[in-house]
C-alpha cells in the first residue's frame, strides 16, 4: 500500500513517545517511595530501574498480546474500514503521550492506563460510534477511581500499624527490627514474585497452575529472604546515630528492605505495564503489515518489545523526577519504614486484584498505600491540598485523553483519507 511505510514509521515514533511518557510518569510514580523514603538516592532508583524495568519488559512484557480484542472497542466494526483502526490507534498514542507529558510535567502521577484507555474510547465514540466503545468497561475504571487508593490505603494502613507495634514501639526497636523485618522481606519477595507469575508470565505463554505459582512465589521469598539477613548482618550501626533521630539504625535495617522492594516492583512493573505502551503500536503495524487485514490476536513482534523497554527507561531518566518528588515526599513525610509499608500494600493490592477481577490502576493503588500510611500517622500528616490536585488529575485522565485523540484522528483522517487499504 502506498502509505505503509509512513504510517509504520509513525507508529513507531508516536509508540516511542507513549513510552516515553509511562516512563517519566508511572514508573517514577513506582520508585518515588524508595527515593521518597531517602532508601535510595534519584541515581541509584534510575539505575535500578533501568535495569530491572527493561528486563521485566523484554523477558516477561509479552510475545503476545490481545490489544484489540481485549481493549475498549469492538475490532469487528473496523472490518470494513482498518484504516479508521489505524488512524485510531495512532492518534490515541500520540495523545497518551501528550497527556503524560503534561501531567508529568506538573508532577502529577495518573494512570497511564486510563490515558490510553481514554483516548481509544474518544476515537472510538466519534471516528465509528457510540456502540463500537465497550462502556462497561469504563464503568469499571470509574469504580477503580474509589476502589484502589481505599483498598491499598486500608492495607498499608495495616501494615504500618503492625511495624509500629512489632518494632518500632517495643523497648528495644532495633532488636526486633532484626528479628521481624527478614519476615517483612519474604512477604515482599512472595508478593511481588506472585505479580510477575500472575500478571507477567502469562504473557509469554507461561501457564503454571495456582498451585505451582505460589509454590515458586515461597521459594522466591524464602531466597531473597536470606540475602535480606545476610544484607543486615553486613550493615555497621552508629549508636550516636539515635542522638539525632531515635529510629536512626532501625530504619538502616527497612533500607535494605526498600532495596529489594525496589527491584522487584520495578520488574513486576516492567513486565506488567509495557503493554499499555506498546500495544496499540503492535495493532497499527499488524493491520498494515497484512493490508488491512485486522487480526484481534495480534502477535507481539520482538522488536517493539525492545523499543517499549527503551522508551520507559529514557523517560524515566530524562523526565522522571517531578513525579518522584511529587509522591515520595509532597504527600507525606516518607521514611524507609513507611515506604515499605505504601510499596508492599501496593503490590498486595495489585496481586488481589488480579485473583478477584477487580479493577485498579497501579498508580492508583500506590499513591493510596502512600495515603493509608500518612493516615496512620494523623489526618496532619497529609498535605491534603496536594492529595486533592491529585484526585482531580485521576478525574481530568480520561476526558483529556479522548479529547486530544479526536482531535488527532481527524488530522490523520483528513491526511491520508479513507480507503487506503483497497
Avoid at 29 to 53: D, H, P, Y
Avoid at 363 to 385: K, N, Q, S
Wanted: proline share 3%; charged share 10%.
Amino acid at each position: 500500500m502506498e502509505y505503509g511505510l509512513i504510517l509504520i514509521l509513525l507508529a513507531v515514533a508516536f509508540g516511542l513517545f507513549m513510552a516515553w511518557g509511562v516512563g517519566a510518569n508511572d514508573v517514577a510514580n513506582a520508585m518515588s517511595t524508595s527515593v521518597g523514603s531517602r532508601a535510595l538516592t534519584i541515581k541509584q532508583a534510575i539505575i535500578i530501574a533501568a535495569v530491572f524495568e527493561f528486563a521485566g519488559a523484554y523477558l516477561a512484557g509479552g510475545a503476545v498480546t490481545a490489544t484489540v480484542r481485549s481493549g475498549m472497542v469492538d475490532a469487528g466494526l473496523f472490518a470494513q474500514a482498518p484504516e479508521l483502526l489505524v488512524y485510531g490507534m495512532l492518534a490515541s498514542l500520540l495523545a497518551a503521550g501528550i497527556w503524560l507529558l503534561v501531567a508529568s510535567s506538573f508532577g502529577w502521577p495518573v494512570s497511564t492506563t486510563h490515558s490510553i484507555i481514554g483516548a481509544i474510547v474518544g476515537f472510538a465514540a466519534v471516528g465509528v460510534g457510540v456502540e463500537a466503545v465497550q462502556w462497561g468497561k469504563v464503568v469499571n475504571i470509574a469504580m477503580s477511581w474509589v476502589v484502589s487508593p481505599m483498598l491499598a490505603g486500608a492495607i498499608a494502613y495495616a501494615l504500618f500499624f503492625s511495624v509500629q507495634r512489632l518494632i518500632l514501639d517495643t523497648p528495644n526497636p532495633l532488636a526486633s527490627a532484626k528479628r521481624y523485618v527478614p519476615m517483612y522481606i519474604f512477604l515482599v519477595g512472595f508478593i511481588v514474585s506472585l505479580v510477575t507469575l500472575f500478571k507477567g508470565l502469562t504473557h509469554i505463554g507461561i501457564d503454571l497452575t495456582t498451585g505451582q505459582n505460589y509454590a515458586i512465589a515461597t521459594l522466591v521469598g524464602l531466597i531473597i529472604m536470606g540475602i535480606g539477613i545476610l544484607a543486615i548482618r553486613r550493615l555497621k550501626f552508629d549508636p550516636s546515630a539515635e542522638r539525632d533521630f531515635h529510629f536512626a539504625n532501625v530504619e538502616k535495617v527497612f533500607g535494605v528492605l526498600m532495596l529489594v522492594t525496589a527491584c522487584a516492583m520495578a520488574f513486576a512493573h516492567g513486565s506488567n505495564d509495557v503493554a499499555n505502551a506498546v500495544g496499540p503500536l503492535a495493532a497499527v503495524v499488524g493491520v498494515v503489515q497484512s493490508g488491512g487485514e485486522i487480526d484481534t490476536r495480534t502477535v507481539m513482534p520482538s522488536w517493539i518489545l525492545l523499543l517499549g523497554g527503551f522508551g520507559i527507561v529514557l523517560g524515566l531518566v530524562t523526565y522522571g523526577k517531578k513525579v518522584i518528588a511529587m509522591v515520595g515526599s509532597r504527600i507525606t513525610e516518607l521514611t524507609p519504614s513507611r515506604g515499605f509499608a505504601a510499596t508492599l500494600a501496593a503490590a498486595g493490592t495489585v496481586v488481589l486484584a488480579s485473583g478477584t477481577g477487580l479493577p485498579i490502576s497501579t498508580t492508583h493503588t500506590l499513591v493510596g498505600a502512600v495515603l493509608g500510611v500518612g493516615l496512620a500517622r494523623g489526618i496532619a500528616a497529609l498535605d491534603l491540598r496536594v492529595v486533592r490536585t491529585i484526585f482531580l488529575s485521576w478525574i481530568i485522565t480520561l476526558p483529556a485523553g479522548a479529547v486530544l485523540s479526536i482531535l488527532f484522528f481527524f488530522i490523520l483522517l483528513g491526511s491520508f483519507g479513507r480507503g487506503i487499504f483497497d
